[in-house]
């Protein structure tokens, strides 16, 4: 095997249980994490040699998060990078991966961490919420993403908040698979139902609570309607305590430091796409040709469809992130691609849930080292995607590693977005806003007649019923301006 083969070789978690106990901060949570993977390693004198700390940005303050972590694990000499919002989640993993192979470093250390439930308990209790300062701190990098995440027309009209772009895209969805309401309503609970069973059987689930298909079916008691079709128990549970490390190096660090072989596991895919689309530019709202540009590289260079790759984790942010993905890269949708139970039941942390699902991926192939496992990154709104391949048995040839920015621009046909208009425009989604119960209002997405996509609102009392009901993709609507009624 090349020396310069790069391996992960240590997987940690840390994590508190949503039970109301003493508060922790993030940085807490990271280290513990960090010391766990150095701990799955098995092999000593690893983290001394870290020559790159990367964290991506989360709910927290502190300026370089990579440096405390660094200093409090022991690897005072290392790089750190601070990875803002925007840049995925896979981004460090494939970075720290690739600089291996070229020989910039022997060891690295890609660690996140959220401490949500116990900032959001301090807060609402009036105490101090429990903070690490970081004064003149600077990172030795720092990722910023390129690109446009959300339109201007998109931030004017108020569509900012994921769980209304989400609900567009599932509503586009649904019209594009020709189902009535009530078969949409049923695809989405039976997917949430077997996604909540596989928690009930992961450690580190905080909301495995039994939850059937018919709660999870509909806004209701217990499940408060957010945007339509989307109710509380259809997105990301971000109010945890949980961090995620993972600990990369050469083969050559691994053999000197003495992991035992069966700790290793080898990247065979880590691709991504750093185009940035906002939603409303795509022609297609309920297609991510990114993400299938992505799987097609992975198949061919696996020499296996991503169908047969036997333990899976797609990013679950929300249901129809899981459905898209499954169709872009060729999954069988009746199969249950969580390992964890997926981020509304065993935790949705805001910017670190990939590696707390490679961490969980990677005990599966440890348990059987002749299987792949995948795992998935969303960025954005289904924005830049991301995915890896590990397997247990060394590789027969050296990772893909690669940005396919260009292929994904090719791909994806886009149009000119408005957020002014004064013509009739035909839906090609929307949703349904909620205050507490209450609908308030309609975001739409509608074509005018030049090709043109409109961004805008409704308040008018007949599209909010349709809305609710039969549904809008495809009706005519009358714009005037940022608002629109019926034609």
Known sequence: MDPRTPVLVGVGTSHRPPDGSAGVEPLELMVEAALAAAGDAAGRHLLPRCGLVAVPEGNWTYPDAARLVADRVGAPDARTVRVDVGVPQHTPIAAAADRIRRGELDVALVVGGEAMASRLRAERSGGAVVRTEQPGAVPDERWSPQGELIADAEIQAGFWAPVEQYALIENARRAAEGWTLDEHLDDIAELWAAFNAVAATHPLADFAEPRTAEFLRSAGPGNRPLAFPYAKWHVAQWAVDQAGALLLCSADAARSAGVPIDRWVFPRVL??????????????????????????????????????????????????????????????????????????????????????????????????????????????????????????????????????AAGSAAATAVREVTGTASAPARVASFTVVFEGDEPVRVLVVADLPDGRRWVGVSHHLELRGRGLGEGLVGAEVMVAGRECGPA
């Open 271 to 404: 691709v991504e796409s750093s185009l940035s689309v906002s939603l409303s530019r795509r022609d297609r709202l309920d297609r991510w040709p990114a993400m299938g540009v992505l799987g097609r590289a992975a198949a061919a260079h696996l020499h296996r469809p991503l169908e047969a790759v036997e333990v899976v984790e797609c990013y679950s942010c929300f249901p129809v992130a899981v459905r898209v993905q499954q169709r872009e890269l060729g999954l069988d949708p009746a199969q249950v691609p969580t390992v964890t139970g997926g981020m509304t039941f065993s935790g949705g942390q805001f910017n670190n849930f990939t590696y707390q699902a490679t961490a969980a991926v990677v005990q599966r192939l440890r348990a059987d080292p002749g299987a792949l496992g995948a795992v998935t990154t969303v960025s954005g709104l289904l924005t830049k995607p991301a995915l890896a391949v590990w397997g247990a048995t060394p590789p027969e040839e050296p990772a893909l590693v690669a940005d396919f």
